[in-house]
């Protein structure tokens, strides 16, 4: 059934047709809409599902920590400043191998106070252990919370879905909601590999000496290096009853593409119209779209990068001291191949200010009329 939902609640019909079992969040802009519907459904008997209240971000966190912990799907979402303070207890939901799903609304962090998109909060989490992919439209997002599920409870990792802040979370889409039925066939009932029993009593989080943390944290990333290919398996079942999948990276005219321009989110959708534009002007631009950025995507980078003339990456983050977070990703798996291309970053977008084709076309150019690089981040559209 064809729906017209906001990108918020694209998630929240993705939670409800999963059958999650334990959900808890704080409200915080612009987030809320998604955990506001999902408090209806507990209450009204819709979903079959505990919502917990909670004092704070930090405190939600904890609260699907201990629900996963004994057993329940769960679920939780947050913004900005809620995930920075989220921050320390994603280390444990990663480390004791929680397959949580949390939607994070990419937003601006504080101060200056500002409630509009930006990535660097969630790509400041980016260490944490958390699986983390970002969706373009409202249909992407849907189907993304659903794959979630299948990912993590397959690899026993924490998944984040992220969207942008109102470009996506507050605008309405007709999004394809399947019947529970058809979602029941791709995503079956919860089988915990991890479920605290007071039948069979033991403990999590305990002290590890030296003689075995090294191991934990090895076991973490042979997990993380397996999602590729489960991710695959996952979309490919998806497709055979959905009819879509995504892939990790998105290829759009890359096959001749002199300079391919890397993008992620809402810009994707932007920035396949300005590609259109300049082909039909004759010029050889493909894009990347990056949907998968933990775990990065290493292989599929060089694959469709490696030997393209020029790469034009555009981030609506930054590392400060450093460059923009994709860009700084990209050159580290381009750097030990023999006759890399540049990598061109561009800094856009900051705080919710709009990414318009007349910037993203502005990257295009400044990238081609450019031997190379000026500096590690050009920064596109400041107000003078």
Request: aromatic share 8%; glycine share 6%; proline share 5%.
């Amino acid at each position: 059934m064809k729906k017209v939902l906001e990108g918020s609640h694209a998630v929240s019909e993705a939670v409800r047709l999963a059958k999650v079992q334990v959900m808890s969040a704080y409200p915080i802009t612009p987030q809320t809409h998604i955990v506001e519907a999902l408090s209806e459904y507990c209450t009204d008997g819709t979903m079959a599902a505990r919502f917990l209240l909670v004092e704070s971000e930090h405190s939600a966190m904890a609260a699907v920590i201990g629900a996963s912990s004994g057993g329940a799907r769960t679920f939780t979402a947050t913004s900005s400043q809620g995930l920075a303070l989220m921050h320390e207890l994603l280390h444990w939901a990663s480390a004791a191998r929680l397959p949580i799903i949390m939607a994070e609304v990419n937003r601006a962090l504080a101060p200056g106070w500002n409630i509009w998109m930006d990535q660097t909060d969630s790509l400041a989490q980016r260490d944490t252990g958390w699986i983390q992919l970002y969706c373009e439209d409202g249909q992407d997002v849907f189907d993304t919370t659903l794959q979630a599920y299948r990912l993590a409870e397959a690899v026993n990792l924490p998944v984040m879905v992220v969207l942008d802040a109102f470009f996506l979370s507050h605008t309405f889409e007709p999004v394809d909601v399947p019947d529970q039925d058809l979602v029941d066939r791709f995503l079956p009932p919860f089988s915990p590999r991890i479920e605290l029993n007071t039948s069979d009593p033991f403990a999590l989080g305990q002290m590890a000496p030296p003689t075995v943390y090294m191991e934990m944290r090895h076991d973490i990333q042979k997990a993380m290096e397996q999602v590729p290919e489960i991710f695959s398996k996952v979309e490919q079942e998806f497709a055979a009853i959905f009819g879509r999948s995504y892939g990790p990276v998105e290829r759009v005219h890359c096959d001749d593409a002199q300079v391919i321009m890397v993008v992620t989110g809402t810009a994707a959708s932007t920035c396949r119209k300005v590609i259109s534009d300049l082909r039909s002007q004759g010029e050889k631009v493909g894009m990347l779209k990056l949907k998968m950025f933990r775990p990065f995507p290493t292989d599929l980078i060089r694959e469709n990068l490696g030997s393209v003339q020029k790469v034009a990456v555009v981030d609506r983050n930054f590392s400060f001291g450093a460059s923009g977070i994709f860009a700084q990703e990209i050159r580290a798996a381009l750097c030990n191949r023999n006759g890399h291309p540049p990598v061109f970053g561009y800094i856009t977008g900051l705080g919710g200010r709009d990414v318009t084709p007349e910037i993203l076309a502005e990257i295009y150019w400044k990238t081609k009329n450019s031997a190379f690089p000026e500096n590690e981040s050009v920064w596109v559209g400041l107000n003078e």
